[in-house]
């Protein structure tokens, strides 16, 4: 029986990766939009929250069927809705007699007593989470865990929301119950755990936005972000392979924007930052060296790559652009490896326009 409950929990530790990988874009959007910075604590929090949910996940719908055809697995019913049936189903299989401990080591052999712990253990995290960092009272807790336990249910119930023809598990009211109670110890124990870590409530608490440095993965965000607003401007520029709409669309977006915005583009302000200058406001000639450096100059080759293309430019023409481009796509990404791997985290056209990143 162990083993039945193992092998879901390392499917969730296998799947965990890839689940995160698609959770981290968003999750870090929302946390620079929210709170201005990543906080550590809550990182671990939340992907072990994650993490957990997937888990408990599994452990109700592994193993699947091997077959869409479920409707033989569970031949009396669909459903027990008879409260305490756990009990009465304990007392008749049991060989535990109170009149004798030695009996007593065969509770770990039960499969009644075991159904019944890991139902009351299941959802125990939960609880820990829900008074801990969302901060709930005891019946909000009860509540959810509650909700949780009948959406697994529901989930069995359903075999999957119609992926099995029949159900291939039962939907059980004890599970509702043990499932609740299990949260409740969760709400109980989870003083424990909050000797160890900062409060919730705290964590941001002395986090000062104007000293926090801003890293290059948020920035990347931000870019990536930039990139999907002009992503039907890219689409008409390689289609036409007209350079007066490539320097349009970065003249008017990354200069003439940011300067009225004071340092703004659409990305950066998801993100809550902006480009800063030397005085309170960024200057036009700030954004000029800044943004000409990069899209007039980095950005511009594979523009102007595009654009011979488009026009039948001689095949020598072709491959000198191709491989200055490449030549100078290497450069940059040496210098910004470097950039990654040093304390000083400024790029060389940042130095060059005496701008930077801050948090606003």
């Not at 290059?216 to 972000?225: C, G």
Request: net charge positive.
């Amino acid at each position: 029986m162990l083993y039945a409950y193992l092998l879901p929990i390392r499917y969730a530790f296998l799947t965990f990766p890839f689940l995160a990988f698609l959770f981290t874009l968003p999750f870090l959007i929302v946390q620079y939009r929210k709170y201005g910075y990543v906080n550590k604590i809550r990182v671990i929090v939340i992907y072990s929250l994650l993490l957990y949910l997937l888990t408990a996940l599994y452990l109700v719908i592994l193993p699947l069927p091997a077959t869409r055809n479920t409707c033989d697995m569970l031949r009396e019913a669909y459903m027990s809705l008879v409260p305490f049936q756990f009990v009465r189903d304990f007392l008749k299989e049991t060989g535990v007699q109170l009149g004798a401990p030695s009996t007593y080591l065969l509770l770990f052999r039960e499969r009644a007593f075991l159904q019944a712990v890991f139902n009351v253990i299941l959802l125990v995290p939960l609880g820990v989470y829900l008074r801990y960092y969302f901060r709930f009272g005891l019946i909000g807790s009860a509540v959810a865990a509650f909700a949780l336990s009948l959406l697994f249910e529901i989930t069995q119930v359903t075999g999957l929301y119609g992926i099995y023809e029949c159900p291939y598990r039962l939907f059980d009211v004890d599970d509702l119950m043990l499932n609740t109670l299990g949260g409740l110890l969760g709400y109980a124990a989870a003083p424990l755990l909050m000797r160890i870590l900062p409060p919730a409530a705290k964590l941001d608490e002395k986090v000062d936005l104007k000293s926090e440095k801003v890293g290059l993965t948020r920035r990347w965000i931000a870019l990536q972000l930039d990139l999907l607003v002009l992503f039907p401007a890219a689409l008409l520029f390689m289609r036409s392979g007209d350079l007066r709409i490539y320097a349009i669309v970065c003249l008017l977006y990354f200069i003439v924007l940011p300067y009225l915005t004071n340092g703004r583009t659409l990305g950066k302000a998801i993100v809550r930052i902006r480009v800063k200058g030397q005085g309170e406001r960024v200057s036009l000639k700030e954004l000029l060296i800044r943004y000409g450096v990069l899209y007039g100059g980095i950005a511009g080759l594979h523009a102007l790559f595009v654009w011979g293309a488009a026009h039948d430019a001689p095949p020598l023409l072709l491959a000198l652009c191709l491989g200055t481009t490449a030549c100078v796509d290497i450069a940059f990404a040496i210098h910004l490896g470097l950039r990654l791997l040093s304390r000083d985290k400024i790029l060389f056209y940042e130095r060059w326009s005496g701008t930077k990143h801050g948090i606003f």
